[in-house]
């Protein structure tokens, strides 16, 4: 069990030091908005995997593995949502707060944005339920240990970002330059579009 454990860890950390939605919609809130925000971008994105290691231990990701018609429908919908988060960032000038504003509601906080990312992206429930079962011993129940798992890419997930937060001063006072701002927004944007129709597209 130990040794599946570490083999997971190993290829887990490769995998969550690739960059991918989540990150850019972490590091595009801390460059649009501050550590703050980016923080709860992150407790979003967290949210998300919760979610989905869930679903994965029960067995639901099977189903939306197995059934074309909702996978596709979720691929689009999460597809639409990176596409309209990328032109917000081309259409950003650059100039906005790096500070969040007091009094900011749900919707303008981090927070929805990483639970939407991650929620939204099919392809993290079938990574689980594709990625998960090749560590799981044959003698351990397949359900509990995937949670398990699971939890573990959680938490390397959480000490990732934690990293990243944590150097977020070097990186705040250079984005304090709106020009720089503003060629990190176009330069975000066209990534997090490219990721859009990528998803929209791969089979």
């Known amino acids: 069990?130990?040794?599946?454990?570490?083999?997971?860890?190993?290829?887990?950390?490769?995998i969550v030091l690739l960059p991918g939605p989540d990150t850019l919609v972490v590091l595009r809130n801390l460059v649009r908005s501050g550590r703050k925000v980016a923080a709860r971008t992150v407790l979003g994105v967290l949210s998300g995997l919760s979610v989905w290691v869930v679903t994965a231990?029960?067995?639901?990701?099977?189903?939306?593995?197995?059934?074309?018609?909702?996978y596709l429908g979720l691929r689009i919908a999460g597809a639409c949502y990176l596409v309209v988060l990328g032109i917000r960032s081309l259409a950003s000038r650059g100039d906005?707060?790096?500070?969040?504003?007091?009094?900011?509601?749900?919707?303008?906080?981090?927070?929805?944005?990483?639970l939407l990312t991650d929620l939204l992206n099919p392809k993290?429930?079938?990574?689980?339920?594709?990625?998960?079962?090749?560590?799981?011993?044959?003698?351990?129940?397949?359900?509990?240990?995937?949670?398990?798992?699971?939890?573990?890419?959680?938490v390397l997930t959480a000490m990732y970002?934690?990293?990243?937060?944590?150097?977020s001063g070097p990186i705040t006072r250079w984005i304090a330059s709106v020009r720089i701002r503003r060629r990190l927004d176009r330069c975000t944007g066209v990534v997090?579009?490219?990721?859009g129709v990528r998803l929209a597209l791969e089979p």
């Not at 069990?1 to 490769?14: D, H, P, W």
């Not at 079962?133 to 129940?141: A, D, I, L, N």
């Open 96 to 114: 906005g707060p790096l500070e969040p504003t007091r009094g900011a509601g749900l919707l303008r906080t981090g927070y929805p944005a990483g």
């Open 161 to 167: 970002f934690a990293i990243v937060l944590t150097a």
């Open 124 to 154: 993290v429930g079938v990574f689980f339920v594709t990625f998960l079962p090749g560590f799981v011993p044959h003698h351990e129940p397949v359900g509990w240990f995937s949670a398990v798992l699971g939890g573990i890419f959680i």
């Open 192 to 195: 997090l579009i490219g990721f």
């Open 57 to 70: 231990a029960l067995g639901l990701s099977a189903v939306l593995q197995a059934s074309h018609d909702a």
């Open 1 to 14: 069990m130990f040794a599946s454990l570490l083999t997971f860890m190993a290829a887990a950390t490769l």
